[in-house]
């Protein structure tokens, strides 16, 4: 690792009594599943989930008692997007919160006139966060250099990373899913198309704007609205019948029902490969810019960059993941934890996993071990306890990163995820997981006089998306276990 993790370190081992003591805490548990509230119980039941489906471990944040409750907390299960609270945790520990990735840029020849005589080189590192915006204000500060026309190409470095060993559609057979977007060192907007629609009453149509502009795809930039403007919104999208066949042009053969107002509707793009080279162009030509040659794959020269483009702090990219559960920026994530291991080796999956494991076993160190696969949790396979995850949040609250990460995770009933949580009103962070057959919560609930205790929820079953209702009581029940414990004991 790199020496600027050692200054974070120092901190976290003046406090490792706390966390040892968290650990041996957990450590004590019998393999016996306690039984459950009966209102959990009840909701479980109106879901038809067994409890033998599901873990749970409520306990103390800080570790200093056994837990409130633990059922099936040693068992390895699914955990679903749960999963990046280990890689978000991992990273604020290994590269520390104010941790930025830099885009290089290299003007790769001579300017006269306003043209540059050469090529302008861009290297992907990995950014999660390179968004239409920075990309525009990174192609303003080129042009800033006195470049309008560019004799020559626009070359794309993405060797940091190693090429995904998935497509989008893998995972469930659905490519045009934003969440299904596969990373790479140079990860532009997501690799996503939004299209924002407006209503324009008067000629009845919807004008639809699209983000960000992609050269050679022709993009709608109208659709009619419903006959009766008055029918309900329902699916804006399906009345839409959008056709995204073929990459050179999205169709859009429906109607728009005028009492969606405003919408804003992000979609993966159909030939994901030429996205990062499309978006390029197209913003460049946008904002004026020419270019007689093309945009294709290449390798940064050896010198210093002429500019580089910075990304937010770490702690700042951690709200849009764990908030919106964004895949791919986590993935973009965990591939940086490997590229840090071996900055001059090109990222891999495999070399993150290896990374997470060691990190995995010198800080937390006793039981089952997590099975990883893309450290974001869009995985059939990636496995971890409720046990584990209760041991990785009290690592964390007693770690000088606890604010960051805890202000990463969605509030119940406010934001992210759980905006639509009738759980009670922030009450708890918690970071939210779901698949086919699972749903899982982890974080920490909040109780009265500072009370923090740390919960973690898992269900693997058929009927999982039945059971939010059950983890609504789950959380309606930890808080009031919360404060029923602050209650009793003094102040602290």
């Not at 209102?39 to 570790?63: E, M, T």
């Not at 699916?235 to 995204?244: I, K, N, S, T, V």
């Not at 029902?257 to 080279?277: F, I, L, N, V």
Request: glycine share 6%; net charge positive; proline share 8%.
């Amino acid at each position: 690792m790199t020496t600027l993790l050692a200054p974070l370190r120092r901190p976290l081992l003046c406090r490792s009594w706390l966390a040892a003591m968290a650990l041996t805490t957990l450590t004590a548990l019998t393999a016996l599943a306690q039984p459950l509230p009966e209102a959990i119980s009840s909701a479980l039941l109106r879901a038809q989930v067994p409890a033998d489906s599901v873990s749970l471990i409520l306990v103390d944040a800080d570790g200093l008692s056994q837990p409130r409750l633990s059922h099936r907390a040693e068992v390895l299960a699914n955990p679903a997007s749960v999963m990046k609270l280990l890689t978000t945790t991992a990273a604020l520990d290994l590269l520390g919160p104010a941790y930025t990735w830099r885009t290089p840029v290299w003007v790769d020849g001579k300017v006269q006139n306003g043209t540059l005589y050469g090529n302008l080189v861009i290297a992907g590192r990995g950014d999660p966060a390179l968004t239409v915006e920075k990309l525009w204000l990174l192609l303003r500060r080129v042009q800033g250099l006195g470049i309008v026309r560019i004799h020559g190409d626009i070359v794309l470095d993405g060797s940091a990373f190693a090429q995904a060993p998935t497509q989008p559609g893998d995972f469930d057979g659905e490519p045009l899913r934003p969440y299904n977007a596969t990373p790479e060192a140079l990860l532009i907007n997501f690799k996503a198309v939004t299209l924002t629609l407006v209503p324009d009453l008067a000629n009845k149509v919807a004008r639809i704007h699209s983000e960000p502009p992609l050269h050679g795809v022709r993009l709608p930039t109208q659709a009619p609205l419903a006959t009766n403007l008055q029918a309900p919104c329902n699916d804006y999208r399906a009345a839409l019948q959008a056709d995204f066949s073929d990459p050179a042009r999205i169709l859009l053969k429906g109607r728009y029902p005028a009492s969606c107002g405003e919408k804003s509707w992000p979609m993966a793009y159909a030939d994901p490969a030429s996205y990062t080279a499309r978006a390029l162009q197209g913003m460049w030509l946008a904002l004026g810019g020419q270019l007689t040659g093309a945009v294709r794959l290449g390798h940064a020269p050896a010198t210093p960059p002429t500019l580089q483009a910075i990304s937010p702090t770490l702690a700042e990219v951690l709200r849009d993941i764990n908030k919106f559960s964004n895949n791919v920026m986590t993935q973009q994530l965990f591939l940086t934890l490997a590229r840090e291991a071996a900055p001059t080796e090109p990222a891999s999956f495999e070399a993150a996993r290896a990374v997470l494991q060691q990190w995995w076993t010198r800080r937390i160190g006793t039981g089952a071990a997590p099975v990883l696969d893309n450290g974001a949790g869009l995985s059939r396979q990636e496995r971890i306890s409720a046990q584990g995850l209760a041991r990785l949040l009290q690592l964390a609250y007693a770690s000088p990163f606890m604010p960051e990460l805890m202000a990463s995770l969605p509030v119940v009933g406010l934001d992210g995820t759980l905006k639509r949580s009738r759980a009670p009103l922030a009450s708890a962070h918690l970071k939210t997981g779901s698949l086919r057959d699972v749903l899982a919560l982890a974080g920490y609930v909040h109780g009265n006089n500072g009370r923090q205790l740390v919960l973690v929820a898992i269900i693997n079953h058929p009927n999982a998306s039945a059971a939010r209702p059950a983890m609504d009581a789950v959380v309606d029940w930890a808080g009031t276990e919360a404060n029923r414990l602050a209650a009793a004991l003094p102040t602290r």
